[in-house]
């Protein structure tokens, strides 16, 4: 008999285990005993070499260093055919290590951490083979080597060397150019040739062992953004204030914080005594905040703490990874402990984490090879065992990950069953840990472009290189899964409010009570606020405040010129004689009027019996114009309602719209994002790729959902008449705090966001979810066009204006294509 759900995990956790047991081999390195050819340094003095090293401050956290480096070797070279074989060739690495080898690195280790955009070209020409060589790094290390070039970062200044490989010390240096990227250079020895503004520095025919060497001082926004990330001794300190420590977490207590507040104030806002669900739901949104606040804290200040105590201690070893591994593991218990109303999956999901942290531990203290410790390399059968600890253990993060955003956002409904959710995550997981295993492949040949796998140090490096990123993998995936935690946390907004409003107890409530708005305008500021970072150091706090400034703005002024806002019967607002009125009436009113409207333009004045009939209809216009507040016609009402009943309705329909018509820009912002130019190539590296990528996807598709929500709850309260025209104002609440985050950024020569594509992309989405609610308002008279276009001139009125104003939104995704198809994104810091 085959039990109920069983028959979908199963096979999943088949091939899940020999996903474990496979990838492992996958990657052993062969090694052959191969004798090193000799380079024939005699053979290469007449070798013509350039090199260039360009610094790029300005549009970067990080100072990026550019190496460029051309080599024209003799035909009769020993190894210069060798140079036109396949990358993967022994001999060809051979002998480009000959040419580009780094001095730094040594002759035992030949890891090489510089990044290649673009492949090395050689060409031959009878005469002479030419060799095209460029290499890119990024300043976060105290020493780097780049190209012929190796960088040092000392408290005081930076120093740039050339350091060419013994084989071309001899070679004819044609031209040395470094050029410091406006920065000003302090010394410079040998005296240089030529220059321009002391930032561009060039020598001709260098002297063997006459090497340049330049040191000047680093703009101060790079220089800090190297300092507030930077273990290492001089700026140890500052590490605790910078963006992977107190600026990372204060996002989470900022968030946490005024979620608290809110749902305070909600639960004041509610008529008597809390009914059993409402305080449920209120107090899941206080532990879900103070969870957030927590898991902010633990995980940006942990490892702080961690370093604090080993120095306290004087531990020998470093035994961050296994902090790591009892965060993720807190992490996922946490989350499906809050998610998850099942004790059957509570008590399996406590047990496997208790077995998998026993195991680390024992590992730990009796040294074991089977997981990946601090002082001992894994063996061969615990890359398997490794691999499977890892799925297990991103199994339940993930698991915790799903109950959790279920519950949020399921408050009062059906939720999920474990049958779904526990393959779910487990793909999820196996999904996570295949892209690492993948990103290391990818990383290993970079890192190891020019060794020959016969070297007998090659296997020795591939085991210490494994090990070490199976060691840091649970440090790699942590801050992604909890961006991942935190771009949910707003949604609970959504699921408390499925449950507390006050429009259920006051029917005359046509908009959210000040405390509901004072939640959404919460929920639109931690979900869309810039998340900038300035001098290495949180500016969140500026850019949350305006966003919540521009969306009270944006409220205040709905709230003194909207159409159900104007007051009406006893000074009350007119909407809250709408809202107790029938829907159908109002649309019958509405058509009513633009009907008479219709058969008097129509009309003329040749005969009295025209006239008349104009008189008439004169007289039903006026008097239809005059039962309501000055300014307001019966056209305006079913703009100003909205296509639901309710504000709720109204919400649920914006969101709803929102996510499904925001589904190409967050294909086409993804594709600029992590796709287009070099960004690809570093992610395709990275351990946790697979996390950001669905943090990037989640992110946009969360912020069109939040935008369309905050759109449709405030519908009735924001500026305009019509659904295009209240977007606006949504895209203004955005762009404020956008364009300010970037207008900082761009003075301070700091990393620049896609300013124009993203407000393009967002405007687009908010403007095509206007107009589809104004058409969902008219949806019953539908069945009296032909088409939609028909439908849409007639329910606008069409006149000038408006025809001027959907010409500028499609302006506007013309703009979004366009921005977002020519440009060309800064690689992202790895």
């Given at each position: 008999?085959?039990?109920?759900g069983?028959?979908?995990?199963?096979?999943?956790?088949?091939?899940?285990?020999?996903?474990?047991?496979?990838?492992?081999?996958?990657?052993?390195?062969?090694?052959?005993?191969?004798?090193?050819?000799?380079?024939?340094?005699?053979?290469?003095?007449?070798?013509?070499?350039?090199?260039l090293?360009?610094?790029?401050?300005?549009?970067?956290?990080?100072?990026?260093?550019?190496?460029?480096?051309?080599?024209?070797?003799?035909?009769?070279w020993?190894?210069?055919?060798?140079?036109l074989?396949?990358?993967?060739?022994?001999?060809?690495?051979?002998?480009?290590?000959?040419?580009?080898?780094?001095?730094?690195?040594?002759?035992?280790?030949?890891?090489?951490?510089e990044?290649?955009?673009?492949?090395?070209?050689?060409?031959?020409?009878?005469?002479?083979?030419?060799?095209?060589?460029?290499?890119?790094?990024?300043?976060?290390?105290?020493?780097?080597?780049?190209?012929?070039?190796?960088?040092?970062?000392?408290?005081?200044?930076?120093r740039?060397?050339?350091?060419?490989?013994?084989?071309?010390?001899?070679?004819?240096?044609?031209?040395?150019?470094?050029?410091?990227?406006?920065?000003?250079?302090?010394t410079?020895?040998?005296?240089?040739?030529?220059?321009?503004?002391?930032?561009?520095?060039?020598w001709?025919?260098?002297?063997?062992?006459?090497?340049?060497?330049?040191?000047f001082?680093?703009?101060?926004?790079?220089?800090?953004?190297?300092?507030?990330?930077?273990?290492?001794?001089?700026?140890?300190?500052?590490?605790?204030?910078?963006?992977?420590?107190?600026?990372?977490?204060?996002?989470?207590v900022?968030?946490?914080?005024l979620?608290?507040?809110?749902?305070?104030?909600?639960?004041?806002?509610?008529?008597?005594?809390?009914?059993?669900?409402?305080?449920?739901?209120?107090?899941?949104?206080?532990?879900?905040?103070?969870?957030?606040?927590?898991?902010?804290?633990?995980?940006?200040?942990?490892?702080?703490?961690?370093?604090?105590?080993?120095?306290?201690?004087?531990?020998?070893?470093?035994?961050?990874?296994?902090?790591?591994?009892?965060?993720?593991?807190?992490?996922?218990?946490?989350?499906?402990?809050?998610?998850?109303?099942?004790?059957?999956?509570?008590?399996?999901?406590?047990?496997?984490?208790?077995?998998?942290?026993?195991?680390?531990?024992?590992?730990?203290?009796?040294?074991?090879?089977?997981?990946?410790?601090?002082?001992?390399?894994?063996?061969?059968?615990?890359?398997?065992?490794?691999?499977?600890?890892?799925?297990?253990?991103?199994?339940?993060?993930?698991?915790?990950?799903?109950?959790?955003?279920?519950?949020?956002?399921?408050?009062?409904?059906?939720?999920?069953?474990?049958?779904?959710?526990?393959?779910?995550?487990?793909?999820?997981?196996?999904?996570?840990?295949?892209?690492?295993y993948?990103?290391?492949?990818?990383?290993?040949?970079?890192?190891?472009?020019?060794?020959?796998?016969?070297?007998?140090?090659?296997?020795?490096?591939?085991?210490?290189?494994?090990?070490?990123?199976?060691?840091?993998?649970?440090?790699?995936?942590?801050?992604?899964?909890?961006?991942?935690?935190?771009?949910?946390?707003?949604?609970?907004?959504?699921?408390?409010?499925?449950?507390?409003?006050?429009?259920?107890?006051?029917?005359?409530?046509?908009?959210?009570?000040?405390?509901?708005?004072?939640?959404?305008?919460?929920?639109?500021?931690?979900?869309?606020?810039?998340?900038?970072?300035?001098?290495?150091?949180?500016?969140?706090?500026?850019?949350?405040?305006?966003?919540?400034?521009?969306?009270?703005?944006?409220?205040?002024?709905?709230?003194?010129?909207?159409?159900?806002?104007?007051?009406?019967?006893?000074?009350?607002?007119?909407?809250?004689?709408?809202?107790?009125?029938?829907?159908?009436?109002?649309?019958?009113?509405?058509?009513?009027?633009?009907?008479?409207?219709?058969?008097?333009?129509?009309?003329?004045?040749?005969?009295?019996?025209?006239?008349?009939?104009?008189?008439?209809?004169?007289?039903?216009?006026?008097?239809?114009?005059?039962?309501?507040?000055?300014?307001?016609?019966?056209?305006?009402?079913?703009?100003?309602?909205?296509?639901?009943?309710?504000?709720?309705?109204?919400?649920?329909?914006?969101?709803?719209?929102?996510?499904?018509?925001?589904?190409?820009?967050?294909?086409?912002?993804?594709?600029?994002?992590?796709?287009?130019?070099?960004?690809?190539?570093?992610?395709?590296?990275?351990?946790?790729?697979?996390?950001?990528?669905?943090?990037?996807?989640?992110?946009?598709?969360?912020?069109?959902?939040?935008?369309?929500?905050?759109?449709?709850?405030?519908?009735?309260?924001?500026?305009g008449?019509?659904?295009?025209t209240?977007?606006?104002?949504?895209?203004?609440?955005?762009?404020?705090?956008?364009?300010?985050?970037?207008?900082?950024?761009?003075?301070?020569?700091?990393?620049?966001?896609?300013?124009?594509?993203?407000?393009?992309?967002?405007?687009?989405?908010?403007?095509?979810?206007?107009?589809?609610?104004?058409?969902?308002?008219?949806?019953?008279?539908?069945?009296?066009?032909?088409?939609?276009?028909?439908?849409?001139?007639?329910?606008?009125?069409?006149?000038f204006?408006?025809?001027?104003?959907?010409v500028?939104?499609?302006?506007?995704?013309?703009?979004?294509?366009?921005?977002?198809?020519?440009?060309?994104?800064?690689?992202?810091?790895?």
């Amino acid at each position: 008999m085959i039990r109920h759900g069983c028959s979908v995990q199963r096979p999943l956790l088949v091939l899940s285990l020999l996903l474990c047991l496979v990838l492992p081999t996958l990657g052993r390195a062969d090694a052959a005993e191969r004798d090193s050819p000799s380079c024939r340094a005699d053979q290469l003095k007449k070798a013509k070499v350039t090199a260039l090293a360009e610094f790029e401050h300005r549009g970067n956290d990080y100072s990026m260093l550019t190496s460029t480096m051309d080599v024209s070797v003799p035909a009769g070279w020993a190894h210069a055919s060798e140079l036109l074989l396949d990358a993967h060739s022994p001999v060809y690495r051979s002998a480009l290590a000959c040419l580009v080898s780094k001095p730094a690195l040594g002759q035992d280790d030949f890891r090489d951490s510089e990044w290649r955009f673009k492949p090395v070209a050689v060409k031959a020409d009878g005469q002479w083979v030419k060799v095209h060589y460029e290499a890119s790094t990024w300043v976060q290390s105290a020493f780097s080597a780049v190209g012929p070039w190796e960088l040092t970062v000392t408290k005081d200044d930076w120093r740039i060397t050339l350091t060419p490989s013994s084989s071309l010390k001899s070679a004819n240096w044609e031209s040395v150019q470094v050029n410091l990227g406006g920065q000003g250079a302090l010394t410079a020895t040998p005296p240089p040739a030529f220059g321009e503004g002391g930032t561009n520095l060039s020598w001709r025919h260098k002297q063997p062992g006459q090497d340049p060497e330049v040191t000047f001082r680093p703009p101060a926004v790079q220089q800090w953004n190297f300092i507030t990330t930077s273990l290492e001794a001089p700026w140890g300190a500052w590490e605790t204030w910078g963006a992977f420590s107190a600026s990372g977490a204060f996002w989470y207590v900022a968030s946490g914080a005024l979620l608290l507040v809110a749902a305070r104030r909600l639960k004041r806002s509610l008529a008597g005594k809390t009914m059993p669900e409402e305080a449920r739901a209120l107090r899941f949104l206080r532990w879900w905040s103070i969870l957030l606040i927590f898991l902010g804290l633990l995980v940006y200040l942990g490892d702080n703490l961690y370093r604090l105590l080993a120095r306290l201690m004087a531990w020998e070893f470093d035994y961050s990874s296994t902090l790591s591994v009892f965060s993720l593991a807190f992490l996922g218990l946490a989350l499906c402990l809050l998610g998850s109303w099942s004790k059957p999956l509570r008590v399996s999901v406590s047990v496997l984490l208790a077995v998998i942290l026993g195991w680390y531990v024992v590992s730990e203290v009796f040294d074991f090879t089977l997981l990946p410790t601090a002082d001992h390399e894994l063996s061969t059968p615990g890359w398997t065992v490794a691999a499977l600890a890892c799925c297990a253990l991103m199994s339940v993060c993930w698991l915790g990950v799903i109950a959790a955003g279920q519950r949020i956002l399921l408050i009062r409904e059906t939720r999920i069953p474990p049958r779904l959710m526990v393959p779910a995550a487990i793909t999820a997981a196996m999904v996570t840990v295949l892209w690492s295993y993948l990103a290391f492949e990818r990383y290993w040949d970079r890192i190891s472009w020019l060794a020959d796998p016969g070297r007998p140090e090659f296997q020795t490096l591939w085991n210490q290189t494994f090990d070490a990123w199976w060691w840091s993998f649970p440090d790699s995936v942590l801050v992604p899964l909890l961006v991942i935690v935190g771009i949910l946390a707003p949604l609970a907004v959504l699921g408390v409010l499925r449950v507390c409003r006050v429009e259920q107890y006051e029917k005359s409530a046509f908009t959210p009570a000040p405390a509901e708005q004072f939640l959404l305008v919460v929920l639109f500021a931690i979900t869309l606020a810039p998340v900038g970072n300035h001098y290495g150091l949180s500016a969140y706090a500026f850019t949350l405040l305006l966003c919540m400034c521009t969306a009270w703005g944006v409220l205040a002024l709905g709230s003194s010129v909207s159409v159900l806002e104007r007051p009406f019967t006893d000074k009350a607002p007119l909407g809250m004689t709408i809202s107790q009125t029938e829907r159908a009436d109002v649309l019958r009113l509405a058509r009513r009027f633009r009907e008479l409207q219709a058969r008097l333009s129509h009309l003329g004045t040749a005969n009295a019996a025209e006239r008349a009939e104009r008189e008439s209809l004169e007289a039903e216009i006026d008097r239809l114009d005059q039962s309501l507040p000055a300014g307001v016609r019966p056209v305006d009402l079913p703009f100003a309602c909205g296509p639901m009943s309710t504000w709720w309705g109204n919400a649920r329909r914006g969101a709803v719209i929102a996510s499904l018509v925001g589904l190409p820009a967050t294909g086409l912002l993804y594709w600029t994002y992590a796709v287009k130019g070099d960004s690809w190539t570093v992610n395709a590296e990275d351990s946790a790729g697979f996390l950001w990528i669905t943090v990037t996807v989640l992110f946009w598709q969360i912020a069109w959902i939040v935008a369309g929500f905050f759109l449709g709850a405030l519908w009735r309260d924001l500026p305009g008449r019509h659904g295009p025209t209240k977007a606006l104002f949504v895209t203004l609440a955005f762009a404020i705090p956008e364009a300010a985050d970037f207008l900082v950024a761009q003075a301070l020569g700091e990393s620049v966001p896609h300013l124009i594509g993203e407000i393009a992309a967002f405007g687009s989405v908010m403007t095509c979810t206007g107009l589809v609610m104004d058409l969902q308002t008219f949806q019953n008279e539908r069945r009296y066009w032909a088409t939609n276009a028909g439908m849409v001139a007639y329910i606008y009125q069409m006149r000038f204006a408006s025809v001027a104003f959907f010409v500028a939104q499609l302006l506007a995704l013309a703009t979004l294509w366009k921005t977002l198809s020519e440009v060309t994104p800064t690689s992202p810091t790895p």
